[in-house]
Structures are given as C-alpha cells and as structure tokens.
C-alpha cells in the first residue's frame, strides 16, 4: 500500500516534505501538525541564523492512528542574502550546516566540519571494550528532550545509541539501512569519548548528533541487532562521519584514509545536501533498496576499514561484499572479500554461487586460519544468468557451528546488448525522436546513451616525460597511448559538455597485469584544474578480459546547472585523467555519452547543440552485466532557421514621459512560442547594459504573440536601448537592439552640498557656501529654486533659470549669519517634472563668551563665586579653573551647569579664578579675564575668641 502523506504547517510549509517524505513507505501516514504557535531558537554565525522549529514530524499507522516515530525539532537557516533552507539534523551539521537551495543557484562551495580539523587516524587503545555509559550536555536549541539547557546526563551507551537512531534517521527506512546507521552512530560516539574532554562527551543537537527521549520498536530491533559494533581501523573506532545526502563522489580528507572520494551513482545527479564526508544517509536508503546489507554499506562509505564486535558477542557478524560497486559487474574475476568480525577462530569457510535458474557452484572452501581477503573467483565462461548471481558464505568454528554471514550479488550475463536505433537524418527541431527496437528479453532490457561527437584519441592526452604513443593493432586507430607505473595522463580538457546533465566517460584500455588482485590504475574526471572531483572509479589486473586486450570502462559523472534565463550558460573545463598505479597500462581513447538509460519510452528524445549543419553521433549500449556494444554513429543534419525568431515594435519620435507599456510582436520560424522564455534589459547610451527582466506574453498562438514591457525599470535618457531576448520551444533564441528611445519619466534629480562639514554636533562653525546641483539624464533640468529661511525670520529667495534646459544645472548662494536655517529646493525640468527636499542646519561662527564675579566679601576661609556666560544660542556648560599661590592651573569644575560655586580654602592663601563657556554648538569659548582673592587670618582669631 502506498504512502499517503498528509502536511499541516502553518510557517515554511514549502520546506516541510523535502527530506522525509521521498522515503517513507508501508502503510504510514506522515503529519506535521502544530498544536501552539510556532517558537524559535536563534543562534547567528557568520551571517547565517539557525533557527529551531516546533515542527514534530510524525509517523502514524493510517488504521489504527498510532504514532509510530515523532522526530526532533526542524532545523532552518535563513541568511542575510535572502536564501532560506533546511538543516536535516544529525552529525552531518557538525558545526557546519549547508544550505538547502529552493533555487537554481549553483551550490555553496562546501564547508569543513570542525571534527575534521584535528581528526588523527588512529587512537591508542589498550582496551577495546566498549564505553558503557556516555556523558551528554543538553543544548538549549533541543527541543525534544525535558531537560534543563546545560544539563549534563550520564546515559548507558546502547541507550545513547537507541535515542539517536530515530532522531538521525526516520524509522520507516529499510532496516538495513538503519542498521548501518546505527553503527555508524555508535562508532561515531565512542570516537568522541576518545577525545577526553573535561565536562562532557557529546551534545544532544546538531554539532554531534541529535538525542531525543523517544524510542521506537523498528529504531530499538536495529541497535539490538548492530548490539557493540563498530567501525574500526588500525584497531580503534573512526570518526564515522555522515549527512543527509553526500552527493558523486563523497568528499574525501587526505589524512584519514577511510574518509576517501567513492562514486556513489545512485546519487549521481544529486546536489550534495551535507558536507559529504562518510556515509550518506540517502545514499544507504537507495542502497538497501537495492538489496546491499549494512555492512555492505558501511564497507562502501568507509573504505579500508574493519568491523569491530565486543568479545561477548555469540556469533560472527558481517558480510560478503558486492565484487564492484555498480551493476557493471562483468569481470574476468571477482575479488572475494569479507567485512566481518569472529568473536573467536573459525575452522572452516565455504562461498557458493547460486543462479535464479536453481543452478549452483562451489567458489571456493577455506579452513584455519581464515582472513577477511579469501582470494579470486573466476567463474567459467559458461556460468552465466540474466539474473543476479547470488553469492553466500558459511562459516564454522571448531565446534562445529555454523552460520551464515551477509550475501552479494554479482551480474554476469554474457550475452551481448542488442539494439537497433533508427532517428530522422535531417531535422528543423534540435530535439529529435531515437526509435528504439530491443532484440532482448524484457527482462534484460538494453541500455544505451548518447554523445555529440565527444571522444578524443591517445594524441589528446599529456604525460609528464614519461609514457609515449605506441602502434597498437588493437586499438582503435592503430595508436595507444603506453603509460608506466606511475605515469599519469592529463587531459583531453574540454568546455563543450552542456551543464545540467548526468555522463558516462568510456575508457578504453587495456594491460599486461591481468593477474594483479590489487589496483593497477585509477580513473577520474574533475574541473576546476583538478580542484573539484566529480567521478572516479579503480581498476584491478582481474578486471581485464585478457593480456593486451581493450575494454571499455565507465566513470560516471554530473555536471551542475546554472542559474535560470538568458545568462543562464554555464561552462566546466572537465579533465580525464587516467592514473598508472601498480602495472603498466595502454590508453586508446575516451569516449563521453549521456548516462546510460532503459528504454523507457519510445521514442527516446535527443537533444543536439544549435548549430546549423552536420552532426555526428555516437550511441553506446551496454547491459546491466557490463557488456559493451560496438558504437553506432548517427548523423544528423540540423537546419536551423535564421533568425529563428523576428521582434517588431513602434519606437515613437517623441520622448515617453510617463510610465507606461511598450509593445512588440514576436514571430516564430518554426517552433511554437514558450510564454516564458522572454527577457529584456536597458541602458542609456554609453553605459552597461542592466540585469535581465522578464517579459510579459499576451495573445499568444503557436507561433506568434505580443510581449509587453512596463517602462518603469527604463531609466531616463535621450538614447535609451532596450534588447531582447527570446528562446522558442526548439531551443532556438534570438536578441534584438531597439532605439534610441528618449525617456524622461522622473523629475530632475537635486543634491545639496556644503563648502564645509559639521562639526561632530552636527553644527556648522564658519561661513559656508551651499551648492545646489540638479540632474536630469532625459529632456534637461530648467530651472533651481532655494528657499532659505532662518530662525531670526529672515527669508531669502534664489533661483536660476536656463531658457535651453541642460543635463545639469548649478545654483550656489551664502550662508554667513548664525542661526538655524531651513532649505528648501526645487527642481524642474522642460516637462514640468518637479522634485522638491527640505533640509536642516545650524551655524555659529562665535565662541561663547564668559566672566567671573568675585566675592563682595571675603571673611571666612569659603566663599561664593559666580560666574555668566554669552551667546547666541545655548549655553550648555562651564569650565573653572583655580590658581593657589601662584602654583599653576588646575581644575576645579569641569562642563558644569552650575553658575556659582562655593569654594574652601585656607588662611592666607591667594585664590585666582577663571571661566570658560561651552555652547550647543560645540564651542569652548576663551578663558575669562582671572580674579584674584586673598583669604584672610580673621577667622582663626574669631575660633579663639569662642574658647
């Protein structure tokens, strides 16, 4: 039963279904459903804010109601930018959350977690049993847990484990992808342990990975079934990274040689959604579809690593892994290898293949002592299925107990592909019909993918002083391309592959070294001068279908689109590299085509680049198995009309003065009309041109219509050139110039300016010239008018009037009298546009004044002193300084408000005072003219009479 998916967001309900929804099967119901508004958490960094959302995606059995899985809270980020996205929680943020984009923009350049930067290899462990409890710091953005933000809990490790699982993967995805999960979550959480810190182990949100309070019955079955394992290498755990979607190939880390590059197809065409580093967590979800097991999984995602179990485990765990990554599983051997762990020695091990027909064939038997390599499968020329084969391994210890470990599957059809293609040899349309006629079974449907004319010979390569072309009788032209252990061949380098497609690079090669288990050369495909990788696959010598002879070998890869609309053209410089490692190797040619597809639909549609003439291109087939047909060249001949499209419009003699639509009629040559695929940008002559506007498609039939523009994005000028662009429905566009329009839509733009600039308070100190500018790109500004008026009342009136209007015009007048001034200018020009701003300002030209009063009297040892100041405008505050006999200068009172003081001195001491005003204007006057005070002995002589 299919799933139905029912979705009640009352905020960003546009972000709600995109990563939970794709992958949730069975008889299930997916709600989100908000019983209270909605609360955020907000946390910036470098410009981006992660905010946390009560939303509780829900899974519920859609018979009885029963909530079966409710997750965390929602991860969004916005940023100042403008994008808006989503954060799958999980270990995949790390410290580093990537955007989700609801756009065509091309992707983020990808961020480093913080894990990686003092990630080591290895650790040294002296005991190797598991952690049993984990301390964990609850974070305040987590909003699934009743805790107190900065609580620190000390859970059991396998509960750990269970309360995670369901928030980092939904319950609903095949157990064997869960199960991986979840050892990968283990191995990740024991890696944290390792690291010792002080206060805590992990956290329970995104920087580590999300912990909640709720279990579930599938999530608990996958932790019990994984119960202590891990992924170790070199004898300790790894850091088992992992995101929403890694994207072909994983990212990979030099100094951690299990974090390295793999192709992952099954996401070829994919835009990474995560670091993409380790596991991808869509990744496992489409291959345990596929039928891989967790440990097939997890031996993919973590390269050159071992499975671990506690030494209490019953039994062996682990499994047989798949002999190539993809269905191209045609070789001349299989190498046998186990991702497996013995709690205690085996005696004995027995591969056996098995065919869907009931056949089946004894691979090979090994007895003590037994390794994860068990060696090389060559299976006889005769031993062959459209089916998968698949291949089981039992193991026995000495007591002679059995069990059965992970099975793989291996393809092995060795009938060859047949097809027949037949397409129209001559075409107005770039897009034309490919008729196919399979002559095999339904069940083994051919697969075939198209290249314009993209190979290049041996000739196209460079190698660094090593290697040379070499007549060859097997190769195509009779010239290969001999590279020696460690040579590298660069290039071909091309920019002709159109973004937005999925590929697969052939490789023709062939070796000596067809008995070499290990790898004997390396293939990849980058842009970027070798900076971005974006396919990559390993050959072994058993890969090789004999000494010398010539196979084709796939990398797949995926190039991303570019924006949207005209400036829409985005071009990779892709490099094919091919790497000698352990043996020598001979290079013929590399031929690129579309990823191979079923034949889906009939006729499958090809879609050629526009260019008028002869095409020539080549079709590949290949089978599920690997086999490759021989190339089948097409021709085709594109006539491609010239123009391909016509724009006609009215341009008027007079100048447009107001807002208003402008027409044109567009016509087709030969292909309908696509309403949306029409732009416009303007520009005044002599200047660049603007971004692109889209165009509005009225009375439109197949091949004709009329498209409008609203001429408020024009800017003013006595030649404005507006152009054109469309695209048809064939792919075909056309650009068009039209003008010189003259516009004048908007009144004369003024700006004022000063001869001088205000102080800090805004004030202007000195006598000043203003200056009023108007410019006006369209007809010419006319006239300038200044209204001046001060707070003393007075009104001054300037203006300046032209009898020609200019594109600019100047009017300056005085401003010399203190005071508040209020300005007001107006502009117009020839079309009665006006324009009118007020403005604001100060002037004071003087300094405050100020003096100080002494006392009438003096009799005591204090006294009073005044002091007054003068001004214009307002003043704010007074400095007094004080002189003791003749000792200098010193404060006494500083930016008071204060007009008198009283000040204590001593018998016989003489006193000198002085002032200086401060006024709003920023003003420090000049000191006062000194008072002098002499302070008598009196008042002792007055003490002693009081005895």
Same mark, same amino acid.
């Given at each position: 039963?299919?799933?139905?998916?029912?979705?009640?967001?009352?905020?960003?309900?546009?972000?709600?279904?995109?990563?939970?929804?794709?992958?949730?099967?069975?008889?299930?119901?997916?709600?989100?459903?908000?019983?209270?508004?909605?609360?955020?958490?907000?946390?910036?960094?470098?410009?981006?804010?992660?905010?946390?959302?009560?939303?509780?995606?829900?899974?519920?059995?859609?018979?009885?109601?029963?909530?079966?899985?409710?997750?965390?809270?929602?991860?969004?980020?916005?940023?100042?930018?403008?994008?808006?996205?989503?954060?799958?929680?999980?270990?995949?943020?790390?410290?580093?959350?990537?955007?989700?984009?609801?756009?065509?923009?091309?992707?983020?350049?990808? *961020?480093?977690?913080?894990?990686?930067?003092?990630?080591?290899?290895?650790?040294?462990?002296?005991?190797?049993?598991?952690?049993?409890?984990?301390?964990?710091?609850?974070?305040?953005?987590?909003? *699934?847990?009743?805790?107190?933000?900065?609580?620190?809990?000390?859970?059991?490790?396998?509960?750990?484990? $269970?309360?995670?699982?369901?928030?980092?993967?939904?319950?609903?995805?095949?157990?064997?992808?869960?199960?991986?999960?979840?050892?990968?979550?283990?191995?990740?959480?024991?890696?944290?342990?390792?690291?010792?810190?002080?206060?805590?182990?992990?956290?329970? +949100?995104?920087?580590?990975?999300?912990? *909640?309070?709720?279990?579930?019955?599938?999530?608990?079955?996958?932790?019990?079934?994984?119960?202590?394992?891990?992924?170790?290498?070199?004898?300790?755990?790894?850091?088992?990274?992992?995101?929403?979607?890694?994207?072909?190939?994983?990212?990979?880390?030099?100094?951690?040689?299990?974090?390295?590059?793999?192709?992952?197809?099954?996401?070829?065409?994919?835009?990474?959604?995560?670091?993409?580093?380790?596991?991808?967590?869509?990744?496992?979800?489409?291959?345990?579809?596929?039928?891989?097991?967790?440990?097939?999984?997890?031996?993919?995602?973590?390269?050159?690593?071992?499975?671990?179990?506690?030494?209490?485990?019953?039994?062996? !765990?682990?499994?047989?892994?798949?002999?190539?990554?993809?269905?191209?599983?045609?070789?001349?051997?299989?190498?046998?290898?186990?991702?497996?762990?013995?709690?205690?020695?085996?005696?004995?091990?027995?591969?056996?293949?098995?065919?869907?027909?009931?056949?089946?064939?004894?691979?090979?038997?090994?007895? !003590?002592?037994?390794?994860?390599?068990?060696?090389?499968?060559?299976?006889?020329?005769? =031993?062959?299925?459209?089916?998968?084969?698949?291949?089981?391994?039992?193991?026995?210890?000495?007591?002679?107990?059995?069990?059965?470990?992970?099975?793989?599957?291996?393809?092995?059809?060795?009938?060859?592909?047949?097809?027949?293609?037949?397409?129209?040899?001559?075409?107005?349309?770039?897009? =034309?019909?490919?008729?196919?006629?399979?002559?095999?079974?339904?069940?083994?449907?051919?697969?075939?993918?198209?290249?314009?004319?993209?190979?290049?010979?041996?000739?196209?390569?460079?190698?660094?002083?090593?290697?040379?072309?070499?007549?060859?009788?097997?190769? +195509?032209?009779?010239?290969?391309?001999?590279?020696?252990?460690?040579?590298?061949?660069?290039?071909?380098?091309?920019?002709?592959?159109?973004?937005?497609?999925?590929?697969?690079?052939?490789?023709?090669?062939?070796?000596?070294?067809?008995?070499?288990?290990?790898?004997?050369?390396?293939?990849?495909?980058?842009?970027?001068?070798?900076?971005?990788?974006?396919?990559?696959?390993?050959?072994?010598?058993?890969?090789?279908?004999?000494?010398?002879?010539?196979?084709?070998?796939?990398?797949?890869?995926?190039?991303?689109?570019?924006?949207?609309?005209?400036?829409?053209?985005?071009?990779?410089?892709?490099?094919?590299?091919?790497?000698?490692?352990?043996?020598?190797?001979?290079?013929?040619?590399?031929?690129?085509?579309?990823?191979?597809?079923?034949?889906?639909?009939?006729?499958?549609?090809?879609?050629?680049?526009?260019?008028?003439?002869?095409?020539?291109?080549?079709?590949?087939?290949?089978?599920?198995?690997?086999?490759?047909?021989?190339?089948?060249?097409?021709?085709?001949?594109?006539?491609?009309?010239?123009?391909?499209?016509?724009?006609?419009?009215?341009?008027?003699?007079?100048?447009?003065?107001?807002?208003?639509?402008?027409?044109?009629?567009?016509?087709?040559?030969?292909?309908?009309?696509?309403?949306?695929?029409?732009?416009?940008?303007?520009?005044?002559?002599?200047?660049?041109?603007?971004?692109?506007? $889209?165009?509005?498609?009225?009375?439109?039939?197949?091949?004709?219509?009329?498209?409008?523009?609203?001429?408020?994005?024009?800017?003013?000028?006595?030649?404005? =050139?507006?152009?054109?662009?469309?695209?048809?429905?064939?792919?075909?566009?056309?650009? !068009?110039?039209?003008?010189?329009?003259?516009?004048?839509?908007?009144?004369?733009?003024?700006?004022?300016?000063?001869?001088?600039?205000?102080?800090?308070?805004?004030?202007?100190?000195?006598?000043?010239?203003?200056?009023?500018?108007?410019?006006?790109?369209?007809?010419?500004?006319?006239?300038?008018?200044?209204?001046?008026?001060?707070?003393?009342?007075?009104?001054?009136?300037?203006?300046?009037?032209?009898?020609?209007?200019?594109?600019?015009?100047?009017?300056?007048?005085?401003?010399?009298?203190?005071?508040?001034?209020?300005?007001?200018?107006?502009?117009?020009?020839?079309?009665?546009?006006?324009?009118?701003?007020?403005?604001?300002?100060?002037?004071?030209?003087?300094?405050?004044?100020?003096?100080?009063?002494?006392?009438?009297?003096?009799?005591?040892?204090?006294?009073?002193?005044?002091?007054?100041?003068?001004?214009?405008?307002?003043?704010?505050?007074?400095?007094?300084?004080?002189?003791?006999?003749?000792?200098?200068?010193?404060?006494?009172?500083?930016?008071?408000?204060?007009?008198? !003081?009283?000040?204590?001195?001593?018998?016989?001491?003489?006193?000198?005072?002085?002032?200086?005003?401060?006024?709003?204007?920023?003003?420090?006057?000049?000191?006062?003219?000194?008072?002098?005070?002499?302070?008598?002995?009196?008042?002792?002589? $007055?003490?002693?009479?009081?005895?």
């Amino acid at each position: 039963m299919s799933t139905v998916a029912a979705v009640h967001i009352r905020r960003f309900l546009v972000l709600g279904t995109v990563f939970l929804l794709p992958f949730l099967f069975g008889q299930a119901l997916l709600t989100r459903a908000l019983e209270q508004p909605v609360g955020f958490g907000a946390k910036e960094d470098q410009g981006v804010i992660t905010e946390t959302v009560d939303l509780h995606p829900r899974l519920l059995d859609p018979h009885t109601g029963q909530v079966l899985w409710e997750g965390p809270g929602l991860t969004y980020l916005t940023s100042r930018e403008g994008w808006l996205s989503w954060v799958p929680t999980g270990a995949e943020t790390d410290g580093c959350a990537r955007p989700l984009n609801f756009t065509s923009a091309p992707e983020p350049a990808p *961020c480093e977690p913080p894990s990686l930067r003092h990630a080591q290899p290895t650790h040294v462990l002296t005991d190797t049993t598991p952690p049993q409890t984990i301390r964990v710091l609850h974070s305040p953005h987590n909003r *699934c847990r009743d805790a107190v933000p900065g609580q620190i809990d000390i859970i059991p490790f396998e509960e750990y484990v $269970a309360r995670v699982l369901p928030a980092e993967m939904p319950p609903g995805w095949p157990m064997e992808a869960l199960k991986a999960q979840a050892i990968a979550i283990r191995t990740y959480a024991w890696y944290q342990i390792l690291q010792a810190r002080p206060d805590y182990d992990v956290t329970d +949100w995104t920087d580590y990975q999300v912990m *909640c309070d709720v279990r579930y019955a599938r999530t608990d079955t996958a932790v019990q079934a994984t119960r202590g394992q891990a992924v170790f290498f070199k004898h300790a755990p790894i850091l088992a990274m992992y995101s929403a979607d890694n994207g072909h190939p994983t990212r990979g880390v030099d100094w951690l040689p299990y974090l390295t590059p793999v192709p992952d197809p099954v996401r070829l065409t994919a835009t990474r959604l995560g670091h993409g580093y380790g596991l991808s967590q869509r990744g496992a979800y489409l291959w345990a579809l596929r039928g891989w097991n967790a440990y097939q999984i997890l031996a993919h995602y973590y390269p050159h690593t071992t499975l671990f179990l506690p030494q209490d485990a019953g039994e062996p !765990a682990g499994s047989l892994l798949p002999p190539e990554l993809e269905d191209m599983t045609l070789g001349r051997a299989y190498p046998l290898r186990l991702f497996a762990a013995f709690p205690r020695a085996l005696q004995a091990l027995t591969v056996t293949a098995h065919t869907a027909e009931g056949a089946s064939l004894t691979v090979l038997t090994r007895t !003590a002592p037994i390794s994860t390599w068990l060696g090389v499968w060559a299976p006889p020329s005769t =031993f062959s299925s459209p089916h998968p084969i698949t291949l089981t391994v039992q193991v026995a210890d000495a007591t002679g107990q059995r069990w059965t470990l992970g099975e793989a599957h291996v393809w092995r059809d060795l009938r060859p592909p047949g097809m027949t293609l037949t397409w129209p040899m001559h075409t107005v349309n770039p897009t =034309f019909p490919i008729t196919v006629v399979a002559h095999t079974p339904p069940e083994r449907p051919p697969r075939f993918g198209v290249g314009d004319d993209w190979r290049w010979e041996e000739s196209a390569f460079y190698h660094r002083n090593r290697g040379a072309v070499v007549n060859d009788p097997a190769a +195509w032209d009779g010239k290969a391309l001999a590279l020696p252990p460690g040579a590298i061949a660069y290039g071909p380098y091309t920019s002709i592959l159109p973004a937005g497609r999925a590929y697969r690079a052939w490789f023709r090669l062939s070796t000596q070294a067809i008995s070499r288990t290990e790898e004997v050369v390396f293939l990849d495909v980058v842009d970027n001068n070798g900076q971005t990788l974006r396919g990559l696959r390993s050959l072994r010598g058993i890969e090789f279908p004999g000494p010398g002879e010539y196979r084709e070998y796939p990398v797949d890869f995926y190039l991303p689109p570019g924006p949207d609309g005209p400036d829409s053209h985005i071009s990779y410089t892709v490099e094919f590299r091919t790497h000698a490692l352990a043996a020598g190797v001979r290079l013929d040619r590399v031929l690129v085509t579309s990823y191979p597809w079923e034949k889906q639909e009939n006729p499958t549609h090809w879609r050629l680049p526009v260019r008028d003439g002869v095409h020539h291109l080549v079709a590949k087939q290949t089978t599920r198995t690997g086999l490759v047909g021989p190339d089948v060249p097409l021709t085709v001949t594109l006539h491609v009309p010239h123009p391909a499209m016509t724009f006609t419009t009215y341009v008027p003699d007079d100048w447009i003065t107001a807002r208003r639509t402008v027409t044109w009629s567009v016509t087709t040559a030969v292909a309908p009309i696509r309403e949306d695929e029409f732009f416009y940008r303007v520009r005044r002559a002599g200047e660049p041109w603007s971004r692109w506007y $889209a165009m509005t498609a009225r009375a439109l039939s197949p091949r004709t219509g009329v498209l409008q523009v609203d001429t408020g994005t024009w800017p003013d000028g006595d030649a404005v =050139f507006v152009e054109v662009f469309g695209r048809d429905a064939f792919f075909y566009s056309e650009k !068009a110039t039209f003008g010189p329009y003259r516009v004048d839509q908007n009144p004369p733009e003024l700006t004022l300016t000063f001869s001088s600039q205000p102080n800090e308070r805004g004030w202007y100190t000195a006598p000043l010239t203003a200056q009023v500018t108007g410019q006006d790109m369209g007809i010419g500004v006319e006239r300038i008018t200044a209204y001046v008026a001060t707070s003393a009342g007075t009104r001054d009136v300037y203006r300046t009037i032209t009898l020609r209007p200019q594109p600019m015009l100047s009017l300056g007048f005085p401003l010399q009298v203190e005071g508040h001034y209020t300005i007001t200018v107006t502009g117009r020009d020839a079309l009665t546009h006006t324009r009118e701003f007020s403005t604001h300002l100060a002037l004071d030209t003087t300094p405050p004044r100020a003096r100080v009063y002494p006392p009438a009297r003096v009799r005591t040892t204090w006294f009073k002193v005044r002091w007054q100041g003068w001004d214009l405008h307002r003043i704010v505050g007074y400095d007094v300084e004080v002189e003791v006999n003749g000792q200098g200068w010193r404060r006494w009172l500083w930016n008071t408000s204060r007009t008198w !003081a009283i000040y204590s001195a001593r018998p016989g001491q003489v006193i000198r005072l002085r002032v200086r005003a401060r006024d709003e204007a920023g003003w420090v006057g000049p000191w006062s003219d000194p008072i002098a005070i002499s302070v008598p002995y009196v008042a002792y002589l $007055a003490h002693l009479g009081d005895w």
